[in-house]
């Protein structure tokens, strides 16, 4: 009986190991540095704002927390979660007592 198994990953790096996290190789996501195994991708591009309720006021809650359109990417991402749990409460119990 002959071995009819063939290679069904062909990979493409250098060393022929795909799951190498350390083999140099181009990714989606950007550059891979030595010693990294999640890539990193490129930074946004974000105007600074002076303070939290600035960068609400000129970028909007729904742009800077989905697009980072300044530093307070994060900080606006628990504010809209707040919304979102309100709004998700708010009908939850409206339904309570339908």
Same mark, same amino acid.
């Given at each position: 009986?002959?071995?009819?198994?063939?290679? $069904?990953?062909?990979?493409?790096? /250098?060393? #022929?190991?795909?799951?190498?996290?350390?083999?140099?190789? +181009?990714?989606?996501?950007? *550059?891979?540095?030595?010693? %990294?195994?999640?890539?990193?991708?490129?930074? &946004? %591009?974000?105007? *600074?704002?002076?303070n @939290?309720?600035?960068?609400?006021?000129?970028?909007? @809650? $729904?742009?800077?927390? /989905? %697009?980072? +359109?300044? *530093?307070? #990417? &994060?900080?606006?991402? $628990?504010?809209l !979660?707040?919304?979102?749990? +309100?709004?998700?409460?708010?009908? /939850? @119990?409206?339904?309570?007592? !339908?």
């Open positions: 009986m002959r071995n009819s198994r063939k290679k $069904i990953l062909v990979s493409h790096h /250098l060393d #022929g190991n795909p799951y190498d996290p350390i083999a140099p190789h +181009t990714t989606m996501a950007g *550059e891979l540095r030595k010693g %990294e195994r999640i890539p990193r991708r490129p930074l &946004p %591009e974000f105007a *600074e704002a002076g @939290l309720a600035a960068g609400l006021k000129r970028d909007g @809650l $729904i742009s800077t927390a /989905l %697009e980072d +359109t300044n *530093e307070y #990417g &994060p900080h606006s991402m $628990i504010l !979660l707040m919304v979102v749990a +309100t709004a998700t409460g708010g009908i /939850l @119990l409206a339904f309570r007592y !339908l």
